[in-house]
């Protein structure tokens, strides 16, 4: 039996269809990936698996005793307290004994009390009655799995070490699904591999959305997709899906054209009058009717965003040269000697652990933020367009409408005034959502957003902070022909790999202490040159420990060697001699009428005595080398 099972799900909210009678099983070992554009579903399918609430109608079969944790894209803001406390939590009913245990001990570290000592004893014995005792090891050992610090306050990590906080309060219950809703947002490479390579260790069953796709590529044995309120779930990874779903739209693209061309014929058949009332062809009018029901009930696929960039003018052909450059934070080195140069038209990456110094980096380039040391030479006529990955160039309380037109009804695109719903329709904003306010927007409406609101200015320096996170794939895709296609400078911050290899041509990469190394390419180019590097820095190290060989001392020729010696000039000629024989004897032709049988004999031994010369010159000259 499945572990868990969907049968004619149906959901709208009041709306249009989210599910439209949906069917998934999930088995044990599954690595499910859930695609879809923003909106169509993928979090909220989560969330029903997880039982935040019920479907409107079908049935969701869970089996018996089945568990299921999850961990949203999102941090909550009403999460506080000691990580131990946090992971603690996921424990069910025992967590709340685990805490006052954990807390007690370390009160009793400064007060031995009576009254403490008591209270320690009998919690030791509520703990015994249910079991704590296997629980608090469990949560030290997912705390030490997930290399976190049991007395950390949560509100004081980053972002990257708080989710792993979120992962080990879900994982602590050993759930039989994990429920993972992007789980790379914000993280930086460095932690996404670290949670490729523990997923695929430690987590049986997984039920995962992402914008990521080379975590995809690398996570999902099978991948699912929710379109216009379908699913359709297939038993393969990310690449073989992508080549399949593009089948499949092509045959609907087909399908709907031959349904258009019926339904088209059928209505100037009906428009005849009084042979489509005819009795025996009322079976045909109902087929029509049943025709035009379908197409009114039909939900064309939603349209591809049509991003345009606006370019200035061209700045110079210097953007930014930096020499020998360092920059610090106290004792911090952020930057350490760098020197490049930008030159108009590039596109490069700058690749780092959160908290590296990116921004910064960003900020000096920029000339936002001075070098302490070294030399910073900027480019003329450089005009910026920064994408912010906190997205704070968005007021949340304003309409989706007033952002973008920032007071003014049109916006003027490429030198042309356009309305701004009908320019935030090629954003696929409908006019309905054009018109409502920014916070209840998705985190990929918000990012289709900003980028609506910043095309509207023209650059020749583009700047982008993370601009992939929440993304769907085919937005993903239209902005990276984009930005191939953007004559200007771009500066490209993202943990996105396949991203990064589509569309930079030089990467700067954040490699630890302050050092930053240029590269040509992408991300992928990065990590083998980054993999030569330590290769020969390892090499170089061996070589240099290792203990050179004494030389050996030359040896004399033995007295037989030296007769050996002697004698080899007379067995050459020898040699020689019986070769040069043969080989006049085949050159004669009588020798094949008077022999015949003899001349496979003669080249049988022309062959040996070319093998007998070669290893007499080879011993000749070992033994004239150690004269």
């Known amino acids: 039996m499945a572990l868990l099972s969907l049968q004619n799900i149906t959901l709208s909210f009041g709306g249009p269809p989210i599910f439209n009678g949906i069917n998934l099983q999930i088995e044990e070992g599954d690595r499910l990936c859930l695609m879809g554009r923003n909106g169509a579903g993928k979090s909220t399918l989560l969330r029903m698996l997880a039982g935040e609430f019920p479907p409107e109608s079908g049935i969701i079969q869970r089996q018996q005793g089945v568990k299921v944790a999850s961990v949203w894209q999102d941090i909550p803001l009403d999460v506080n307290g000691t990580v131990f406390d946090i992971v603690a939590s996921g424990m069910g009913e025992a967590s709340a004994l685990l805490l006052d245990y954990h807390n ?343 990012n289709r957003l900003l980028l609506a609101k910043l095309f509207t200015k023209p650059s020749n320096v583009l700047v982008m902070d993370e601009p992939t996170n929440d993304l769907d794939a085919e937005t993903l895709e239209l902005l990276e022909d984009l930005l191939c296609d953007y004559s200007g400078t771009l500066l490209l911050v993202s943990h996105d790999r396949d991203f990064l290899n589509n569309v930079v041509t030089a990467t700067l990469a954040f490699e630890g202490d302050g050092r930053i190394s240029a590269n040509v390419g992408g991300y992928d180019d990065w990590q083998r040159n980054l993999a030569q590097s330590k290769a020969a820095q390892i090499e170089a190290k061996v070589s240099k420990e290792k203990p050179k060989p004494e030389k050996e001392k030359p040896r004399k020729l033995s007295f037989k060697e030296e007769r050996e010696l002697e004698a080899l000039p007379g067995k050459i000629a020898a040699l020689e001699g019986e070769q040069a024989e043969l080989h006049e004897r085949l050159a004669d032709p009588d020798f094949y009428k008077k022999a015949a049988a003899e001349v496979s004999t003669v080249n049988d031994r022309l062959a040996a005595l070319d093998l007998e010369l070669e290893a007499v010159y080879g011993r000749w000259e070992e033994l004239e080398g150690l004269k």
């Not at 079976?283 to 965003?305: I, P, S």
């Open 104 to 446: 007690l001990a370390h009160k009793m570290a400064h007060d031995n009390s009576e009254k403490l000592l008591e209270e320690l004893e009998t919690l030791q014995h509520r703990l015994e009655e249910c079991g704590g005792w296997t629980l608090t090891q469990e949560v030290e050992r997912v705390l030490v799995q997930l290399s976190l610090e049991a007395d950390d306050d949560f509100a004081s990590l980053s972002g990257g070490t708080k989710r792993r906080v979120l992962l080990a309060r879900a994982l602590v219950s050993s759930p039989d699904i994990l429920l993972l809703d992007e789980p790379t947002n914000h993280l930086d490479i460095d932690t996404i591999l670290w949670l490729e390579e523990f997923l695929l260790k430690s987590v049986k069953t997984l039920i995962f959305v992402t914008h990521d796709r080379a975590f995809a590529r690398r996570i999902a044995s099978r991948t699912a997709e929710i379109d216009r309120g379908r699913i359709y779930a297939f038993n393969c990874g990310y690449d073989s899906f992508v080549e399949r779903r593009e089948a499949l739209l092509e045959a609907e693209v087909t399908r709907q054209a031959l349904f258009d061309k019926k339904l088209a014929e059928e209505e100037v058949w009906v428009r005849q009058g009084i042979k489509a009332r005819r009795t025996r062809n009322e079976g045909r009018v109902r087929a029509l009717k049943a025709l035009r029901e379908e197409y009114r009930q039909r939900q064309n696929r939603q349209g591809t965003a049509k991003i345009q960039l606006q370019e200035a003018n061209r700045s110079g052909a210097l953007v930014a040269e930096a020499e020998n450059i360092s920059f610090a934070f106290g004792d911090k080195d952020v930057i350490s000697g760098l020197s490049t140069t930008i030159i108009r038209g590039d596109r490069i990456g700058i690749i780092g652990p959160n908290g590296a110094g990116k921004t910064t980096l960003l900020k000096i380039l920029l000339g936002e933020l001075e070098p302490q040391s070294g030399e910073l030479k900027l480019g003329t006529r450089r005009e910026v367009l920064y994408f912010d990955q906190m997205r704070q160039q968005l007021d949340l309380q304003a309409t989706v409408q007033e952002n973008v037109g920032e007071g003014n009804d049109t916006v003027t695109i490429n030198g042309k005034q356009r309305h701004v719903i009908g320019y935030l329709q090629d954003f696929l904003f409908s006019p309905e959502r054009a018109r409502t306010p920014v916070h209840i927007l998705s985190g990929g409406e918000r």
